[in-house]
């Protein structure tokens, strides 16, 4: 199964990835001024805040395009085998 994002959301996933991006260069320049530590485990946490919602994004798209499609097509047994590969490689990454 090819599943990929629906286009709408690869813009609207691209700008969060932009921001979060940015966020991220402000870590490093605050470790760079030796800012309190404090601080930048907070920045560190809103970074992880950010991309658990873009996977949370992504994977609302595999279920509702993708699982749907292969369950409608009646591949039943090959898309819940991708849909437990798909959240178990997300998983395995926290």
């Known amino acids: 199964m090819d599943c990929r994002l629906q286009d709408e959301l ?4 691209e700008k969060k990835l932009n921001r979060i991006q940015g966020q991220v260069n402000g870590i490093s320049k605050m470790v760079l001024e030796n800012r309190n530590c ?3 485990l907070t920045q560190i946490s ?7 919602g873009v996977a949370k994004d992504v994977l609302f798209n595999h279920i509702g395009h993708c699982v749907k499609e292969g369950l409608e ?6 898309t819940v085998e991708n ?11 926290k």
């Open 10 to 13: 690869s813009r609207q996933i």
């Open 83 to 93: 849909l437990v590969g798909t959240v178990g490689k997300y998983i395995k990454s």
């Open 73 to 78: 097509s009646g591949e039943y047994d090959k």
């Open 38 to 40: 404090d601080d930048i």
């Open 46 to 52: 809103a970074v992880r805040c950010a991309l658990d």
